[in-house]
DNA sequence: TCCTCGATGGAAAGCGCTTTCTATCGCAGA
DNA sequence: TCTGCGATAGAAAGCGCTTTCCATCGAGGA
């Protein structure tokens, strides 16, 4: 029925182990032996049984990409550059194939983890995760536990915008500089003379809006200025035009209002273009993470950019072994600030 | 080292085959042995290995989705929702735990092929093919086997906004009606008054976009109003950005621009904006598919909505047997036409 | 000319699980 | 009390590959 390496072996008229080490190409073949196996997988079409030669060889060539939402461009971008970076890596190599994958656990710990048992259960080459986690010690300690059994059993781990597990020190991890971003672009808004600035959050107990928060918090505490309301919700454009709503009602003197990120930052603006408010005459409004989309909002968003594309390059070499993980602890991945239309000199 | 089936029977006292029936569920175990053998199971903190239980017996838990572009929300938004489908599905009934894991092909065949190399190599339960593909006869000819063999192989094979495969009726296909949609879009416009239309189109020599253009053609026709210009690019914001400057280029007295979808159309406002061209006052604009994003835009888009998410559900679900195709071919998902601020009457 | 070593190829022992095929046990029917 | 059957559990044979020994064959070196 299916063709094994037996068949093939037997049509090549070499001993399975042969073909294997000509399919694998880690042992010396003769050019002519080689070639015969070739020729003989060819005709006989024959495809590699995964499961019996990772069983064997006690290793697989699954690469999971572990975010949080797939629909988002924020974790489309990281993901897509890091199955690239993976791709690539696998063509340099002679055999070492990999199959990148990617796991949409839709911010829910149970998924992340249930995930991380199959990718487990498939002795995967390598783990990624990407973006922030739950706060919530109780699913910190059993993803610490299941990613330490993980590393344990050889597959490799990179954390990518998501902070080192206390304690292990030596998975890679590269952390996105949203503190310093949000406290840049809380500078910028202070600059420019705000003094009453609203922030839609993202969802709480989320190390990201955590992060972001606080760099907002540090600005305006060293510059002086009491902080103004702070609603949370969801990362997506509803929650941003219904926080709008309540930051609003809460103070309706803000002259500025600070996303969780850019997509929350459009629902900011379409409840105040509704409101008949003018961006940035009447409010400012200011975004996250720089997504293709921001430029053609209108007026386009300012925003501080992080270099998804690079950082998620990166996490696929280290998660490929073909870079190494910087000596000194986790990598810190600048932000930077983008001043765009959408921030202006509040009115007076 | 790493906990064994073997491990587990001897601390639970019983034989492997019976831990294996426990946690497969397919067969009588005395609810006390069962007990028995669970408990073992998280004292050891046992995985089942993959590969092993794949190989021995023949089938894995793995459903590749594969897409032409991850970081487009478009893909995004179908491929969360096949996983989706297919996780709940998986909670449904009893040991089914399915790993549904996302391919970036890049829209490049070849990557293509490979993916589905290494998904056969997995011999992956199921595979979704979601995005319109390359027209190319000879990568449609070498697709069409690999399709064949997996199926033949047992894996389930769905097409999800692709053709179906000629001359090949039983793989499940959800077609989506690119077509109508576009001429309705065309016809809505026409019904405007507008007669020299521009259209910024995608990626030539890919089903999408040919299928899209035939739509607004037959519009064209049917009210015998000539083709106006037309431009190929990505499906990309650039790529409507330089195709606007061209468009206009080749036709200064345009009243509307139809393009390929609304990352597209976002490129083509762009465009529109930095010549200090009105929207819709001086030209109109339309997008297609109706991403999250169509409705921010300013003014919003007018465009054709395409049910991605319950497409990407029914995909999944095909994809695990929990639903039949239906019997009469290919089904078609239908487009509907959204109108909203993008699109107007011509001057004059 | 004999021996040693490098280059190749084969034999065979698993990898850890699933799944027949059997064996056992207890109880209902006769 | 004996037979037979349903319900369980075990034994053992692989699943298709990788990889560690070994065996073989020439070609130099002594």
Redesign the pocket.
């Known amino acids: 029925?299916?063709v094994?390496?037996?068949?093939?072996?037997a049509r090549a008229?070499?001993?399975?182990?042969?073909?294997?080490?000509v399919?694998?190409g880690?042992?010396?073949?003769?050019?002519?032996?080689?070639e015969r196996v070739l020729r003989a997988v060819d005709e006989l079409d024959?495809v590699?049984?995964g499961p019996?030669?990772s069983?064997?060889?006690?290793?697989s060539d699954l690469v999971g990409v572990l975010v949080n939402d797939i629909a988002d461009p924020f974790f489309g971008i990281m993901a897509s550059a890091a199955q690239g970076a993976i791709g690539e890596g696998a063509a340099g190599r002679g055999g070492g194939e990999k199959l990148a994958v990617v796991c949409n656990t839709g911010g829910s710990p149970a998924r992340e983890l249930t995930y991380l048992t199959l990718l487990q259960r498939q002795r995967a080459a390598a783990v990624i995760l990407m973006g922030g986690s739950l706060e919530d010690p109780e699913h910190l300690t059993a993803t610490a536990a299941k990613l330490a059994r993980l590393a344990e059993a050889g597959t490799r781990v990179v954390l990518c915008g998501r902070p080192p597990v206390p304690g292990d020190a030596n998975t890679a991890a590269l952390v996105f500089d949203n503190r310093t971003g949000a406290r840049q672009l809380t500078e910028h808004l202070l600059g420019l003379g705000h003094r009453r600035i609203g922030y839609a959050a993202g969802p709480a107990d989320r190390t990201t809006t955590r992060h972001r928060l606080e760099g907002h918090r540090a600005a305006l505490t060293a510059a002086g200025v009491p902080e103004g309301p702070t609603v949370r919700g969801a990362y997506d454009r509803q929650a941003g035009y219904e926080a709008t709503a309540e930051l609003l009602a809460r103070d309706p003197d803000l002259t500025a209002i600070v996303a969780a990120n850019d997509t929350v930052a459009l629902g900011v603006c379409a409840a105040l273009r509704d409101r008949g408010l003018d961006i940035p005459g009447d409010v400012s409004v200011a975004g996250f993470d720089d997504l293709p989309f921001s430029v053609d909002a209108v007026p386009a968003l300012t925003t501080v950019r992080l270099p998804l594309h690079g950082a998620g390059v990166r996490a696929g070499r280290l998660a490929m072994g073909t870079e190494e993980p910087s000596a000194g602890g986790p990598e810190t991945v600048p932000a930077e600030l983008v001043v765009r239309g959408s921030t202006g000199r509040p009115r007076g």
């Open positions: 029925m299916t094994t390496l037996a068949d093939v072996a008229r070499v001993s399975p182990a042969t073909v294997s080490r399919l694998n880690n042992y010396p073949v003769a050019a002519s032996t080689r024959y590699l049984n019996a030669s069983l064997a060889a006690a290793t």
